[in-house]
C-alpha cells in the first residue's frame, strides 16, 4: 500500500544533517540543539498542489511545520506546500 497525500500536503523524508558545534558551555551528551529549518526531499506531492513538485527535489521548511505520522508501524512525514521556503533543482 502506498502512501497518497491529499489536501495540498506534500509527503516528504527528512534528510539528516550532523554538525559538529564546540560549545563553550559544558552541556549534556544528550542535549542536541535543534535547527530552525530542515532540509526534505520529495517523495510525492498531492495532486491539488499549486505547483508540480518532483520526486527527489529538495526543499528546506521550518522544522515545526513537518508533521509525522504513524499508521501500521510506518511513520510518514508531511509538510504542506505553503510551509516550502526554498527549494533546489538537481536537474540543473
Not at 11 to 27: G, H, Q, R, T
Not at 55 to 81: F, N, Q, W
Amino acid at each position: 500500500m502506498k502512501p497518497v497525500p491529499f489536501n495540498r500536503h506534500i509527503l516528504v523524508s527528512k534528510e539528516d544533517v550532523e554538525k559538529e558545534n564546540e560549545s563553550l558551555v559544558l552541556v549534556p551528551e544528550e542535549y542536541k540543539e535543534q535547527e530552525p529549518f530542515a532540509m526534505v526531499r520529495v517523495i510525492k506531492a498531492a495532486q491539488d498542489c499549486s505547483r508540480e513538485w518532483n520526486s527527489g527535489d529538495r526543499l528546506i521548511v521550518p522544522v515545526h511545520t513537518i508533521e509525522t505520522l504513524s499508521y501500521k508501524a510506518e511513520k510518514y512525514s508531511l509538510v504542506l506546500e505553503n510551509h516550502v521556503l526554498i527549494g533546489f533543482d538537481d536537474k540543473k
